[in-house]
């Protein structure tokens, strides 16, 4: 995807601080969920994709797609446009990539998001992403502790 101003494009070795910042600024920065550099290049190797866009001048990293495989579905997550780009509509250009690679791919998608992320919500439901019923979502993040 380019427009005038952005390229996406697949993720590349040595874009993980860029990634990283981006994923502070918008709330997804968050160390127990082990999404570090290693862990990025192994779900790539395992048929998933992580999607950057970038500012065509500055090669600043605007956004980011990740999407995981796990053998029946991709798994969309980590989806954020830097809040100062934000409201430009950059957000529904990422979408639009990240659903020919799911096409692409053939199988089903599925995400989560919070239900008070209202602007997320909403292009999530243009897009096509339907409700998946009541259900509520469970994690153990420390195996340790188990």
Known sequence: M?????????????????????????DMGN???GDDEA??????????????????????????????????RIHLHHFAILPQFQGQGL??????????????KGCQVKLEVHISNLKA????KKAGFTRLGDY???IIRDIREL
């Open 39 to 72: 862990t990025i290049e192994e779900t790539i190797r395992l048929g998933g994709s992580l999607l950057i866009m970038e500012k065509r001048d500055t090669m600043e990293i605007a956004g980011t797609s990740w999407m995981t495989y796990d053998g029946r």
């Open 31 to 33: 160390p127990m969920r």
């Open 121 to 124: 919500v909403s292009l999530y």
């Open 91 to 104: 957000a529904k250009l990422l979408m639009d990539e990240s659903l020919r690679f799911i096409r692409k």
């Open 136 to 138: 509520d979502v469970y």
């Open 2 to 26: 380019t427009d005038n101003k952005f390229i996406t494009r697949e993720y590349l070795r040595g874009d993980f601080d860029g990634i990283r910042h981006l994923w502070d600024l918008t």
